[in-house]
């Protein structure tokens, strides 16, 4: 990562930034439109979703979404790259292949690549991966998506940036020593409390170890944490075991609830999904990424 | 014969347009999704109560439609019916997504074709005209904004929503957040409306430019939104004939014998027809198809639209025309539906959750969207998304051909046809991550 902060002034130019979309969902681009603080300090040169402009120009900052399901994502990719100084993962598809992974599954990865049974259409890889699976990356920012703050933050002053250490720490909550719940309430009932700890009241929410700088949106608003921001920095360069664990002693202080009951919670896709990003869900025995790369 | 390739820009995914031209004469006119990801066989398996959290993935731009039609789809398998309050709710979260997505549609994707850019994020401040571009921008975005922070407010997060629970929702919306929602929508109103003027003004002057913009022609139209008035938490889809006449009421449960659905030898995108015919959904087909917006600014403007085009109107630049009377319809509406209480106690029954089958509908952006989801043991044994931007895929090819053979003549192409491409597509506003999921 480049340590340096661009400064606009000292080099009289405005930096230049490009976006690259590979599949995902476009969620991550909705939300760096959101923040628009960057349209009066960073010249966009490259985001199909707003501009033509069919390659790549050289640029400052590249911002990669989306992961590398297609042959074309992965030439796009590495193309796109090589006119980049520095070059930013954005999002959980970009950092591990995101919901897509899901199709990596053995039971339905047959079913899937036999879709792509048609006419010129670009190939399906055999799986779907990670952008650091093929270009070297300067950053992670981590979140599905990530919030504007916190793409302002990318693009801005990434050393200089400090996320809470956890989501509980945004989250305002309150922890109840006394209220233990004997099994999990399932994934989105209603009537939640509005102050109380979630995991008091018997969610899968596993806020306690994701790492913050989203201002815990979700489990303000009475959803658990599904982890999408990865883990803290305590976790994020050790294996999902680890977090796993983390998670359970987590339950077992604050609930009763039975361990193959909580297991089989934090094993389920919509958990699965976010939970070992950072490790060995999506496959393969890559090395955890370091933490200084992580926003 | 010859295949002239298009990429595409400012749509929502990735797809490119193929022309194929044999001695002058445009053979045919293909447009090619290029992305897939497998919503529809990887959900197999799946938690069924995770969908809600899982679908909304398929489009971070249509997020909104698919975690509300996921929690619909949900309760009709379970058998229950949410309180009236979770209904507005819900309505209101919709409103979100139609104004965040048609000031996109309109300010972003297409304005820059009326002003002749690229695109308006370029910062110049020496050029007056790109000076002018980008303050539109700039109000373009505060504008689309709103429509995300009026998703957060109803929803919870603001990309993929959290709150709409199967039985109802997860809590209501107090009283003091409402009304400063309330104020901000109030306060938009106006500009809305002048960046909508500006729009239709410009929009006028390029039709004097270049005339058509391809596909004049009567079509069927399809949408789930109310007779009387728009509702986007809908629960019947409706079709028009060429001839303006509503031709057919069904619910999502029978979509298959109103529908015929086939999948595409050279797209990652299927396509749907009526009868053999070109379907129409989006906002031209809800307003040819609703008798009023039901607000009073935006019924101002679907009244001039009227006179000037008639009804049934169906020129395709129409659709952009009826995405700002439907951006001015969201501010409105939602300001109304805030003015309410909806921070009562009644979010949510109990219910219980069984395997079976459930259907759900909503109408999105781009029209009605259904999911059906067949349960076996609590989890997904199979899926289906019936998504809107797939019935227009006959209408977006048939508009396409009109331009072909307009701007390829003999052995010449007039290079206008790129242009005209990207305005065909544009109009229809296609979301290919939805289309193909």
């Known amino acids: ?295 | 014969m010859t295949t002239l390739t298009f990429p595409l820009s400012r749509i929502e995914g990735h797809a490119r347009v193929e022309i194929e031209v044999q001695n002058g004469k445009v053979i045919s006119t293909r447009f090619k999704a290029t992305e897939m990801r497998g919503f529809e066989i990887f959900v197999q398996g799946i938690p069924a109560e995770q969908m809600p959290v899982i679908v909304p993935r398929i489009c971070g731009v249509c997020s909104t439609a698919h975690h509300v039609v996921a929690v619909k789809t949900l309760e009709d398998a379970y058998g229950v019916t949410p309180p009236p309050l979770a209904s507005r709710i819900r309505s209101l979260l919709l409103l979100g997504q139609l104004l965040q997505n048609q000031a996109t549609s309109l300010f972003i994707f297409t304005m820059p074709d009326r002003v002749g850019a690229d695109s308006l994020f370029e910062m110049d401040d020496v050029d007056v005209i790109k000076k002018k571009h980008f303050e539109m921008a700039q109000r373009a975005l505060k504008i689309r904004e709103l429509g995300t922070d009026l998703i957060t407010l109803a929803g919870g997060q603001f990309i993929h929503p959290v709150r709409a629970v199967v039985g109802g929702v997860n809590a209501g919306i107090p009283a003091e957040r409402a009304e400063l929602m309330l104020n901000r929508l109030q306060q938009a109103l106006p500009m809305a409306c002048e960046l909508f003027d500006a729009y239709w003004e410009l929009t006028i002057r390029m039709k004097d430019r270049i005339g058509s913009w391809g596909d004049d022609q009567p079509a069927y139209y399809i949408t789930s939104t109310g007779k009387v008035r728009p509702d986007f938490n809908s629960h019947e889809i409706r079709v028009m004939n060429p001839e303006g006449e509503c031709c057919e009421i069904f619910s999502p449960r029978s979509f298959r014998e109103v529908l015929e659905f086939k999948e595409s030898e050279y797209s990652y995108a299927g396509k749907t027809s009526y009868k053999g015919g070109v379907i129409r959904a989006n906002s031209l087909a809800r307003a040819n198809l609703t008798a009023h917006m039901g607000t009073k600014v935006a019924n101002g403007y679907l009244h001039r639209l009227r006179i000037e085009f008639g009804i049934p109107a169906h020129p395709i630049m129409l659709f952009e025309l009826g995405r700002g009377i439907e951006l001015v319809y969201a501010i409105e509406r939602a300001a109304q539906m805030l003015e309410q209480p909806l921070d009562g106690e009644d979010t949510d029954v109990p219910y219980t959750p069984r395997d079976g089958e459930g259907y759900g509908l909503v109408e999105a952006p781009r029209g009605p969207l259904i999911h059906h989801y067949v349960i076996e043991k609590g989890k997904i044994a199979r899926a289906e998304f019936i998504i809107p931007t797939v019935h227009n895929m006959g209408s977006i090819e048939r508009a396409l051909k009109v331009a072909a053979e307009r701007y390829i003549t003999g052995d010449t192409v007039n290079m206008e046809l790129e242009k005209a491409v990207g305005r065909v597509v544009r109009a229809f506003d296609p979301c290919i991550a939805c289309a193909t999921h």
């Open chain 1, 1 to 295: 990562m480049a340590e340096e902060k661009i400064n606009t002034h000292e080099q009289n130019t405005v930096p230049r930034f490009a976006v690259l979309q590979l599949s995902g969902c476009a969620g991550c681009e909705v939300s760096l439109l959101n923040a628009h603080e960057w349209t009066e300090k960073f010249q966009l040169t490259y985001m199909p979703l707003v501009s033509s402009a069919y390659d790549v120009p050289e640029v400052d900052i590249l911002l990669i979404s989306g992961g590398v399901r297609t042959d074309e994502d992965a030439h796009h990719l590495k193309n796109a790259v090589k006119n980049a100084k520095r070059v930013v993962a954005v999002g959980t598809c970009a950092i591990s292949g995101g919901v897509a992974n899901l199709g990596n599954r053995d039971e339905v990865r047959q079913l899937f690549l036999k879709r792509q049974d048609r006419l010129d259409v670009p190939r399906l890889l055999p799986r779907s991966r990670p952008v650091d699976d093929f270009v070297p990356i300067d950053l992670y920012l981590p979140g599905c998506p990530p919030t504007p703050e916190l793409f302002m933050a990318a693009l801005t002053d990434p050393a200089g940036y400090q996320a809470s250490l956890i989501v509980c720490q945004e989250c305002g909550r309150k922890k109840l020593k006394d209220q233990k719940p004997e099994h999990l309430l399932g994934f989105q009932k209603g009537n939640v409390d509005p102050e109380i700890c979630l995991i008091n009241q018997g969610y899968a929410c596993i806020g306690t170890s994701t790492r913050g700088g989203c201002r815990a949106p979700c489990t303000r608003a009475g959803h658990p944490c599904v982890g999408c921001r990865g883990p803290s920095n305590v976790l994020i360069e050790k294996d999902s075991q680890a977090w796993l664990e983390s998670i359970q002693k987590v339950f077992h202080a604050m609930t009763n609830i039975p361990d193959d009951e909580l297991k089989e919670a934090l094993l389920s896709p919509q958990l699965a999904l976010f939970l070992f990003q950072f490790s060995d869900y999506a496959g393969g025995d890559r090395p955890p990424r370091p933490k200084e790369k992580v926003l």
